[in-house]
């Protein structure tokens, strides 16, 4: 089987014994146009091969014909062995998930424990929880639903214990 290639004019590296046989995936093919925009954007390609590329990626069966269409790019060839033994161009990583912030996850285990400790967690979790939320505002960590989480449950404890108390001195009042 062959398969032209007007811009390069070698032989596909798909023909034989190489891990370019491997059946190409849709992250493989995806991995692919974005070096090929990124070589438009650059302007090492002109429209026309662009598009010809894009639409040849698309239809691409395996990862030895998607290597063929970023081979002269700078992040080419990408993808000339198997995906799991490939590192890839840090670009194409999903960037790391912020840290989640410990206030936040302590609020909102106290938030929970408000009710197996019969509210007395509900305090800490609303102070962890405003604490929290302003240090995630400062800092861009994460756990903002953890804190909101710890809030409410913290402030439904303290509601609760308030409304208690008031029923309490209420009844008590009206018995003398």
């Known amino acids: ?25 849709h992250a493989d093919r995806e991995r692919a146009v974005d070096v ?3 070589g438009f954007g650059e302007g090492r390609l002109q429209q026309e091969e662009f598009e ?9 069966r395996t990862v030895g014909e998607l290597a063929l269409l970023v081979a002269d790019l700078p992040q080419g ?3 000339t062995q198997p995906a799991a033994f490939q590192p ?9 998930a912020p840290p989640t912030n410990g206030k936040a996850v302590g609020s909102m285990i106290c938030g929970v424990l408000t009710t197996m400790t019969f ?8 102070v962890l929880g405003h604490t929290a939320r ?6 861009g960590e994460g756990g903002e639903g953890f804190a909101l989480a710890g809030l409410i449950l913290g402030w439904l404890s303290v509601a609760g214990w308030a409304a208690f108390l008031l029923l309490m001195i ?3 009042a009206a018995s003398t």
């Open 36 to 38: 090929l925009r990124a």
């Open 52 to 60: 010809k590329r894009v639409a040849r990626a698309y239809q691409a």
């Open 119 to 126: 509210g007395i967690t509900g305090i800490p979790a609303v």
């Open 170 to 172: 209420v009844a008590a």
């Open 77 to 79: 060839p990408m993808m």
């Open 1 to 25: 089987m062959s398969y032209p290639t007007p811009w390069q004019g070698q032989q596909p590296p798909w023909q034989g014994q190489n891990s370019g046989a491997m059946l190409a995936s």
């Open 134 to 139: 302003a240090e995630i505002r400062r800092t």
């Open 88 to 96: 890839l161009p840090r670009t194409f990583l999903p960037s790391p």
